[in-house]
């Protein structure tokens, strides 16, 4: 079982950067596909991006392409997402998640598809 702790998350300015982590406290966290998630609120939860259990292959919704980058360190049991020229639509809280075990190169895009969550760090940005 994974338990998963969010940080890194604050008040920005638009232009600017943040990295958020998500550290995961069970043994077996390389066996996991990680994905992040945000929910605005009013909104639903959508599908930021996900990183495969070797770190070999990501994938990024389109809203955010190019501009945030997901990367995992599984020798510290850790997920990065890192977020450039951050817009006041990126305003969210923001969620990391584990899903699997999987397979080596697979990644998920939907919510259902991952059994573990974080409580989420909250991300505003501003104008």
């Known amino acids: 079982q994974e338990q998963l702790v969010e940080s890194g998350g604050g008040l920005v300015q638009a232009g600017g950067s943040l990295r958020l982590s998500c550290a995961a406290s069970g043994r077996t966290f390389s066996m996991y596909a990680m994905g992040w998630f945000r929910q605005a609120p009013g909104k639903e939860r959508e599908f930021v991006g996900a990183?495969?259990?070797?770190?070999?292959?990501?994938y990024y919704s389109n809203s955010v392409k190019g501009r945030f980058t997901i990367s995992r360190d599984n020798t510290k049991n850790t997920v990065y997402l890192q977020i450039n020229s951050l817009k006041p639509e990126d305003t969210a809280v923001y969620y990391c998640?584990?899903?699997?075990?999987?397979?080596?190169?697979?990644?998920?895009?939907?919510?259902?598809?991952?059994?573990?969550w974080g409580q989420g760090t909250q991300v505003t940005v501003s104008s």
């Open positions: 990183i495969s259990s070797s770190g070999s292959k990501t």
């Open positions: 998640a584990a899903g699997g075990p999987s397979p080596s190169g697979t990644y998920y895009t939907t919510p259902r598809e991952y059994h573990y």
